[in-house]
């Protein structure tokens, strides 16, 4: 099992940067392909971003290409998502997530550990 610890999330103004940060820990956790999910009220789960073990291959849902960038550095078993570009749409509660699979899964029931999640408030 892998333990997730998400943080970077706040309140920022349309248009504006935030940088998450999740940190694992646990077996191997530098050997798992990641992913960033976001869960706003009301809404289902969506898949934001995901990057595989070494971090040479990302994939990213099509309302955020362009505006965010995954990245993750093995050395400090850290995964990062650069939000730019915020906008009120994009107010959800942000989770990190870990997979065993051999690829890179997009959809939440292919990962197996989950973090806690940060809010992230855009406002207009």
């Known amino acids: 099992q892998v333990q997730l610890v998400e943080s970077g999330g706040g309140l920022v103004q349309t248009g504006g940067s935030l940088r998450l940060s999740c940190a694992a820990s646990?077996?191997?956790?530098?050997?798992?392909?990641m992913g960033w999910f976001r869960q706003a009220p009301g809404k289902e789960r969506e898949f934001v971003a995901a990057?595989?073990?070494?971090?040479?291959?990302?994939y990213y849902a099509d309302f955020v290409k362009g505006r965010f960038t995954i990245s993750r550095d093995n050395a400090k078993n850290t995964v990062y998502l650069q939000m730019n570009s915020l906008k009120p749409e994009d107010t959800a509660l942000y989770s990190c997530?870990?997979?065993?699979?051999?690829?890179?899964?997009?959809?939440?029931?292919?990962?197996?550990?989950w973090g806690q999640g940060t809010q992230v408030t855009v406002s207009s």
């Open positions: 646990g077996r191997a956790s530098r050997a798992y392909p």
């Open positions: 997530a870990a997979s065993t699979a051999y690829y890179v899964p997009r959809t939440p029931g292919e990962y197996d550990s």
């Open positions: 990057i595989s073990r070494s971090g040479g291959n990302t």
